[in-house]
């Protein structure tokens, strides 16, 4: 059956978003809301999200924002409920929020390896666990943003580029678990996105430095009926860094290892 449009549209679908206080949540939240979509987004920090929430208002947008850790398990599946009693059905889900310090390995506490577990993993599976079951019955999508560091070695962040690798796990395995009920799962691995949260100078991918709106462009495509035959599969956003595989172009315009 073909396409109705080629223009992605949420229109009267309602979507979740984590770590919706800046950076790229914050644009997949914009992009969503031009496109029709009902928001529930949360984040931990307070101002920053209910700025976001105000300006998306003003444009129309029909939000719902709390401010809690989604390391808490309770307090996301309380949101969940109240997103669904205020909003109705949950049609997609964006697993955004993550984070991550840097660390040796061997000089990583327990209590460091259990945080970036809980916050790169262990909250993406409860979020879907409390999710799926609300999706109405004609399916729905779920986008989980990753990294390029689930695909390459990271010295000095291992415990967070393991997380990465598996929710990308997750995303292939839950593609076939949740195919029954119509519930798309796929993921995006971003890398070079210049973002509040990255000091410094980001070193050029071959189509140089991107931005949270080429993330929130693919999250859209991913969300919207465009995209309704692709699940299990991931997205990298990264200006052809994985493609590259260390390959860097050189002066003389040529690319060497």
């Not at 949540?25 to 949360?42: M, P, Q, V, Y």
């Not at 996301?76 to 109240?82: G, H, L, M, S, T």
Request: proline share 5%; glycine share 12%.
């Amino acid at each position: 059956m073909p396409l109705a449009s080629s223009t992605p549209t949420l229109q009267g679908r309602i979507a979740l978003v984590t770590g919706a206080a800046a950076g790229i949540g914050a644009a997949i939240a914009r992009g969503f809301a031009r496109s029709g979509a009902a928001l529930a987004l949360c984040d931990r920090d307070a101002g920053a999200l209910a700025a976001v929430a105000r300006e998306l208002e003003a444009g129309g947008a029909r939000v719902l924002a709390d401010v809690f850790d989604v390391r808490h398990g309770e307090a996301a599946r309380r949101f969940v409920e109240r997103a669904a009693t205020e909003l109705g059905s949950i049609d997609v889900l964006v697993n955004n929020a993550g984070g991550t310090f840097a660390a040796p390995f061997l000089e990583l506490s327990e209590k460091g390896e259990r945080a970036l577990v809980d916050e790169n993993f262990s909250q993406v599976a409860s979020l879907i666990r409390a999710v799926a079951p609300r999706m109405p019955g004609r399916g729905g999508s779920i986008v989980n943003v990753t990294s390029i560091e689930a695909h390459r070695a990271a010295p000095g962040y291992a415990v967070y580029a393991a997380m990465k690798a598996a929710v990308e796990s997750l995303t292939r395995s839950l593609a076939l678990e949740l195919a029954d009920r119509r519930i798309r799962m796929n993921a995006i691995a971003p890398d070079a996105i210049a973002t509040p949260g990255l000091g410094g100078t980001l070193p050029p991918t071959p189509l140089g430095v991107g931005c949270a709106d080429d993330v929130a462009s693919a999250a859209l495509y991913l969300a919207s009926d465009l995209s309704r035959f692709v699940t299990g599969t991931t997205l990298h956003v990264d200006g052809g860094e994985h493609a590259a595989g260390g390959w860097r172009r050189g002066p003389g315009g040529g690319f060497a290892l």
